[in-house]
Antibody
């Protein structure tokens, strides 16, 4: 079964740190770009970060740039999100999701986030 | 950043109705547009990728079209399980922004 399972969420004080993990199974993890997407309570979806297969290209939303670090370990089929200097506005459910993207000759394709984890809740509060 | 705007924000409809949700991008994104369905307490589910391609396993009652800045998602005949929130998302450039969502409720 194709599956992503997040862990590492919890309650943390403002300014604190957390490290989220996402364990992949049932597919070739090293063939997919991976993402973190979050959803604040009662709000919409916010893309947080992406990391391509080789980890040579990494992208962040401005709201987390300089505070969050995405990484992956293809040998362990795992994705991570190190979150530092946490703020109240980082409170959300954090999802990991895979996306199939790449190039056919010179044509880029991006086939959407087709597998998602169940989410892990991060609460930043004093 | 590319802004994605969905309309309507909410919609009441009945089982069997045909409904259309619109998503507009603040600049041209070609066909790098995806649609997701989300039910309360659950992760989003990919319905449509590349503006009009039906994701495997998604019922054929869902269809989508568009390119450039204007996109639509249509449900041809609402089923009880279709009542959910729908999001569009652009995959043209980072940040990969989502629309604010359209909540589809039972009338």
């Amino acid at each position: 079964e194709v599956q992503l399972v997040e862990s590492g969420g919890g309650l943390v004080k403002p300014g604190g740190s957390l490290r989220l993990s996402c364990a992949a199974s049932g597919f070739t993890f090293s063939s997919y770009t991976m993402n973190w997407v979050r959803q604040a309570p009662g709000r919409g979806l916010e893309w947080v970060s992406s990391i391509i297969i080789s980890s040579t290209s990494i992208y962040y939303a401005d709201s987390v740039k300089g505070r969050f670090t995405i990484s992956r370990d293809n040998a362990k089929n795992s994705l991570y999100l190190q979150m530092n200097s946490l703020r109240a506005e980082d409170t959300a459910v954090y999802y990991c999701a895979r996306v199939e993207e790449g190039y056919n000759w010179n044509d880029r394709y991006y086939y959407g986030m087709d597998v998602w984890g169940q989410g892990t809740t991060v609460t930043v509060s004093s | 950043d590319i802004q994605m705007t969905q309309s309507p924000s909410s919609l009441s409809a009945s089982v069997g109705d045909r409904v259309t949700i619109t998503c507009r991008a603040s600049q041209s994104i070609g066909t790098y547009l995806n649609w997701y369905q989300q039910k309360p307490g659950k992760a989003p589910k990919l319905l449509i990728y590349a503006a009009s391609s039906l994701q495997s396993g998604v019922p054929s009652g869902f269809s989508a079209s568009g390119s450039g800045t204007h996109f639509t998602l249509t449900i041809s005949s609402l089923q009880p399980e279709d009542f959910a929130t729908y999001f569009c998302q652009q995959g043209y450039s980072t940040p990969y922004t989502f629309g604010q969502g359209t909540r589809l409720e039972i009338k």
